[in-house]
């Protein structure tokens, strides 16, 4: 890696005026990462948490408390900026409930407890430099907050994000601040000491401070922990809840074995192959809540011992250098948790809490849910539920993903939730005024849910017809990926990897000559530019050959490409750079320096390093990378089988004779081609008649050997609809898609051996519906199985070369050639024959133009967006 990328790194550190501390713990894990670091914690070095002091069990007097709170701060690190919730600003500015932000309701939480136990309670942000001055701006209305001789925030510290690939600092001229970020809020500790508030607070006789996420409106500071951990002397105390199905991938707690201390270990320090042990609720059966009380005093002898440095695992986070621009450069963000310091207190607790403690707000699921009448927030500003159930589930579609989104889809405020168990929403409907959920309630497919509506279980627009992205969505969203396995080299290839790899040996494995010449000392060559020097020949080294020799000086040895540097030699001088003998002595005429033409051992790629990351897709280069460093196979989720059957009694295997009213089954050739194109593999089944008792049959000796299924014909409403008949009601879904062509489509799952659940897709007949069908849905669909992105194909805009007509209400996809035109973009012409049976067209395609449902007429020259088949 790159020295001078530390360097640069730094002194851009210092020029923006961070502290030499700060400066100092970025160099300790620019280095971790530089060898290559991966912090994992196996399961047989640890024992689960057991034998946990429950909050509930705490019993401390008023007194106590009050005490204890006159000695504790409240800290909130609030750098966060919200963008996976499409937020530009401090994500804590989001208005959270009753028209009041995170800042507003921590505000109002800290002068509630002030006033009720008559203390001085300091509340600190630590701020980013991007959410400082916003967060200011919303506790200006609080006139009060602030406590003498303590400023309300402090600024998290800054570095440069790093190129993934020469890990030198980033340069963004479009946005300079992008080329920024925080540490990761484990830079808490540095940060209150840098910024002095550390010295301040102690100074000020606040000895404890309680840490927390602004955006967990459950984290409130609890005088009963702090007088707790005053009584018991405890230096640094973690809350943790207990862990449910939907917690197995949280950070949790553990017992190092080695010392007996307190640990965390996050999904990133998991060693390979022991995921199982990470997510058994069972055996790990709580979660790390990222509320932290800590004794300043003690974090202040830690720091010095360290010299700022407390030494968390390193947490690498690859990102692009703008979150939304996916095509600018990778970026590698140097990163801590603030948790992770539990092992650096001796001493330290752990306190299992309350799920009322961690309400995070993560997502626009849970911001419906705390924003509904499930929750209030009571006189003391804290979230308490109402509800007599357990809290609902929601799960909404990704137009209300961002806030935005969520906004105008609910512009009079979110549904009564007080009756509801779940709420998942198909579509993108907008809610009107005073909703109520009842029960279990799924909307799919509703431009609009009216004034005063009461939703219980299913509530779908008239009839079956679904969006194409509905459709989409009920596929994708049932599909798990595909199982993890070895498999050789040779059958690797466009596979997903599905762990990091390590390198076996080091690249090269020895010290090597980059050119034929002769191996010597450096220094047997000073002054041989102006006067040339003779060397006396040792000995010859051939690629292969391990030399018994050394040369020492005034020696040189003859030396071909790819032999090994014998002892003593640190440089290679080039044959045409002497007289080229191969006995007695050598003439040379030029000098060299140390290390000239000699390729070091491990320059390449280091024994140990991770060589390709899971989720990196086996290409040709990496399948020559893992042979030599030693790799004979790899794991990788695996290549799906599909089989592919067509139905109909006059179908007929291609080149065989035609009967009357006889045709070939091209469709079954065209979606094995398309499946294998597509990564998986595949194979053909021979058609079936019209009756249930056949297909049936059929797929049960189908289903023992098949990971997808695909069936095409037989999904409309004629009499000879056979996938229809015989598998509507046995787990297999047929709706109605507002597309053309590809209407009809039908989706389930099968039952196969060992429980195992097998998709099926039953498509069209005509061969374009179900090619258009494969590619809108099938493709994207083995695609999430086999874990590659993207999943959908890429869409381009074109303009089109003549008019084209669509039916209103449905999403057209016609076959078109599209090509380059003269400026650099792209024109589109549709093809004549648009007709569902016109296979000559469709061969003659390199693309599909989609027409969006609400557009009829497009003319020439209109842009329209263009799936290109061939990229």
């Not at 990328?5 to 502290?19: F, S």
């Not at 999904?267 to 192959?273: F, P, Q």
């Not at 799952?749 to 849905?777: H, Y």
Request: glycine share 10%; net charge negative; proline share 7%.
């Amino acid at each position: 890696m790159s020295q001078e990328g530390l360097a640069l790194a730094v002194e851009r550190m210092r020029d923006r005026g961070m502290g030499p501390e700060a400066v100092t713990v970025f160099e300790h894990y620019y280095r971790q990462l530089e060898e290559g670091a991966h912090g994992t914690i196996p399961e047989d070095t640890i024992e689960p948490l057991a034998d946990l002091q429950e909050l509930g069990e705490v019993r401390v007097t008023d007194d106590d408390a009050r005490a204890a709170l006159r000695q504790t701060a409240v800290i909130k690190l609030n750098g966060g900026l919200g963008t996976s919730m499409g937020m530009s600003g401090a994500k804590s500015a989001l208005e959270v409930k009753d028209g009041l932000t995170f800042l507003d309701i921590i505000a109002r939480q800290v002068l509630a407890l002030r006033e009720e136990w008559d203390v001085d309670l300091p509340l600190l942000l630590m701020n980013s430099f991007r959410t400082s001055e916003q967060s200011l701006e919303i506790l200006a209305k609080y006139p009060t907050l602030a406590v003498d001789g303590l400023p309300l925030d402090f600024i998290q510290s800054a570095e440069p994000k790093l190129l993934a690939d020469s890990l030198r600092p980033v340069e963004w001229p479009h946005d300079p601040e992008l080329e920024w970020c925080p540490p990761g809020h484990g830079d808490v500790y540095v940060s209150l000491l840098t910024s002095g508030i550390l010295e301040t607070l102690l100074e000020k006789g606040i000895r404890y401070a309680f840490i927390s996420n602004s955006d967990n409106l459950g984290a409130t500071c609890d005088p009963g922990v702090a007088a707790w951990m005053v009584e018991h002397g405890l230096p640094y105390v973690a809350e943790v809840c207990t862990r449910t199905k939907s917690d197995r991938k949280g950070g949790h707690l553990a017992v190092r074995k080695a010392d007996g201390r307190l640990i965390l270990r996050d999904t990133a320090m998991v060693a390979e192959g022991e995921e199982h042990y990470f997510g058994d609720i069972n055996r790990h059966n709580t979660f790390h809540a990222n509320n932290l009380w800590v004794d300043l005093s003690v974090l202040r002898e830690r720091m010095a011992e360290r010299d700022g440095v407390l030494g968390l695992p390193i947490i690498v986070n690859r990102k692009t250098v703008d979150p939304s621009d996916p095509s600018s450069p990778e970026v590698i963000q140097l990163e801590s948790a603030m948790g992770a310091a539990i092992e650096v207190f001796e001493g330290s607790e752990a306190l299992l809490v309350p799920r009322t403690r961690f309400r995070p707000v993560k997502t626009t699921n849970d911001l419906l849910v705390v924003r509904s009448d499930y929750f209030i927030l009571d006189d003391s500003s804290h979230l308490v539920a109402v509800g007599d159930g357990p809290e609902p589930f929601v799960d909404l579609d990704s137009a209300y993903r961002l806030v935005g989104g969520f906004e105008k889809r609910f512009p009079h405020g979110v549904p009564s939730m007080i009756e509801c168990t779940s709420l998942r929403v198909i579509g993108d409907p907008v809610f009107g005024r005073e909703v109520r959920c009842v029960g279990d309630v799924l909307v799919d497919g509703l431009p609009r849910v009216p004034d005063g509506a009461v939703l219980g279980g299913p509530v779908q627009a008239p009839g079956d017809t679904r969006t194409v992205e509905q459709h989409l969505k009920a596929i994708l969203s049932s599909l798990d990926s595909s199982p993890v396995e070895s498999v050789p080299l040779t059958e690797s290839l466009g596979l997903v990897v599905a762990r990091d790899i390590r390198s076996r040996v080091n690249l090269p494995a020895f010290d090597n000559s980059s050119m034929d010449g002769y191996a010597v000392q450096a220094d047997s060559l000073q002054g041989a530019d102006e006067s040339p020097v003779r060397l006396r020949i040792v000995g010859e080294v051939a690629a292969g050959v391990d030399p018994s020799f050394s040369v020492g000086p005034g020696e040189a040895a003859r030396i071909m490409t790819g032999a090994p540097i014998p002892p003593g030699a640190d440089a290679v001088i080039a044959v045409e750079q002497t007289d080229g003998s191969a006995t007695g002595s050598v003439e040379c005429r030029a000098s060299v320096s140390a290390g000239r033409y000699v390729r070091p051992r491990g320059e390449d790629v280091s024994e140990g390093s991770v060589i390709v990351s899971a989720g990196d897709v086996v290409g040709p280069r990496t399948i020559g990378l893992l042979a030599a460093s030693g790799h004979a196979s790899v794991e990788v989720h695996r290549r799906p089988h599909v089989v592919i059957m067509s139905t109909g009694a006059e179908l007929v295997p291609p080149g065989e004779p035609l009967g009357p009213g006889q045709i070939h089954d091209s469709n079954s050739s065209m979606l094995w081609a398309a499946a294998v194109a597509a990564g998986a593999s595949a194979e053909i089944r021979a058609a079936v008649g019209d009756t249930d008792e056949e297909l049936l049959a059929a797929l049960d000796d189908i289903v023992a050997n098949a990971d997808v299924i695909i069936t095409s014909g037989g999904v409309s409403m004629g009499a000879y609809d056979v996938v229809k008949s015989a598998l509507a009601g046995k787990g297999v879904e047929f709706v109605k898609v507002a597309m053309q062509p590809g209407k009809p489509q039908g989706f389930g799952f099968l039952s196969g051996p060992d429980d195992l659940r097998v998709p099926l897709f039953a498509l069209p007949g005509n061969p374009v519906s179900s090619f258009v069908s494969f590619e809108v849905f099938v493709r994207p669909a083995l695609r999430r199985l086999m874990r590659l992105v993207p999943e959908k194909r890429q869409v381009r805009t074109a303009t089109l070369t003549s008019g084209l007509r669509s039916p209103e209400g449905r999403r057209q996809y016609g076959r078109a050639v599209v090509s380059p035109d003269s400026e650099g973009g792209l024109r589109c012409t549709p093809l004549a024959g648009q007709g569902s049976h016109f296979v000559a067209d469709l061969s003659r395609a390199n693309a599909i133009v989609v027409v969006p449902e609400d557009v009829t007429d497009l003319v020439a020259g209109e842009p329209v967006d263009v799936m290109l088949l061939d990229s």
